[in-house]
């Protein structure tokens, strides 16, 4: 069985390199290519593969936007992120999207199949010098700072992170009022805002998708 990969980045040039390499491989079998995390999905739709080769930076949607999504519709993909050594502070928001993998785009061809057949074992591929800076980060964020990195997902202050923890400890709202030296109506108005931004219309939701998101 040959593995079913879709590769997507917006810079034509790579995009026809990374593919032509791969096809040198009898094992992979490109299904498709995209420019951007909007096509990406357009193609899911047609197209079943095992692995998605996905950069970061792209036009529309761009690839953390995309592997969230995809991740939604199609949890047993696995996505290897591709970037470039200056865009390491996007490392962490790929991994809470979803990723399993993340790649240098100048590795080599060998090291790309290499990847995807690790991630396709349960592993988690990474170039060298992307494993050190991940646990550089992991090294100086603590656990608060871990939860405010995943509230930024959803644009969530870190007020409205402090609300919904009160919430999903089952603070009403005088309590939450009262314990954060704010007004009743605040506390109301940064509820709505909360629901707002994830999307949700009770605070069952709310808590339910923010221990999903291990935001909480």
Same mark, same amino acid.
């Not at 069985?1 to 079913?4: G, L, V, Y």
């Not at 200056?86 to 996007?90: G, I, L, T």
């Not at 396709?120 to 170039?127: E, F, I, K, N, T």
């Given at each position: 069985?040959?593995?079913?990969v879709?590769l997507?980045?917006d810079?034509?040039k790579l995009?026809?390199?990374i593919s032509?390499g791969l096809?040198?491989y009898?094992?992979?079998q490109i ?5 951007d995390?909007n096509?990406?999905? =357009?193609?899911l739709?047609?197209? &079943?593969?095992d692995?998605m !080769?996905?950069d ?7 690839g /953390?936007?995309?592997t969230?999504?995809?991740?939604e519709?199609?949890p047993?993909i696995?996505?290897i992120?591709?970037?470039?050594f ?5 490392i962490?928001d790929s991994?809470l ?6 790649l ?6 060998i ?5 995807i057949?690790?991630v ?8 060298p010098?992307?494993a050190t ?7 100086g964020?603590?656990?608060g =700072?871990l939860?405010?990195?995943r &509230?930024?997902q959803?644009n !969530?202050?870190?007020?409205?992170l402090?609300?919904?923890?009160? /919430?999903?400890?089952g603070?009403h709202?005088n309590q939450i ?8 109506k605040?506390?109301?108005k ?9 999307h ?8 339910q ?6 935001m909480?």
């Open positions: 069985m040959k593995i079913r879709g997507a980045d810079n034509p995009l026809q390199s032509a096809k040198q009898e094992q992979i299904e498709f290519v995209a420019i995390g096509e990406v999905l =357009e193609r739709d047609k197209y &079943a593969i692995v !080769l996905m970061i930076n792209m036009p529309d949607m761009n /953390i936007e995309a969230e999504k995809l991740k519709k199609y047993d696995k996505v992120m591709l970037t470039v200056d865009e390491n502070d996007k962490f991994i999207a979803g990723a399993s993998g993340y240098l785009k100048d590795v080599k061809t090291q790309i199949v290499e990847a057949e690790d396709l074992d349960g592993g988690a591929p990474m170039s010098e992307i800076r991940i646990l550089g980060l992991l090294r964020k603590s656990t =700072e939860k405010k990195e &509230a930024k959803f !969530l202050t870190n007020r409205e402090e609300i919904l923890q009160e /919430i999903a400890s603070a709202y009022a009262e314990k954060l030296f704010i007004s009743p605040t506390v109301r940064h509820i709505e805002n909360i629901y707002s931004k994830l949700v219309h009770n605070k069952v939701e709310a808590i998708l923010a221990m999903k998101h291990k909480i």
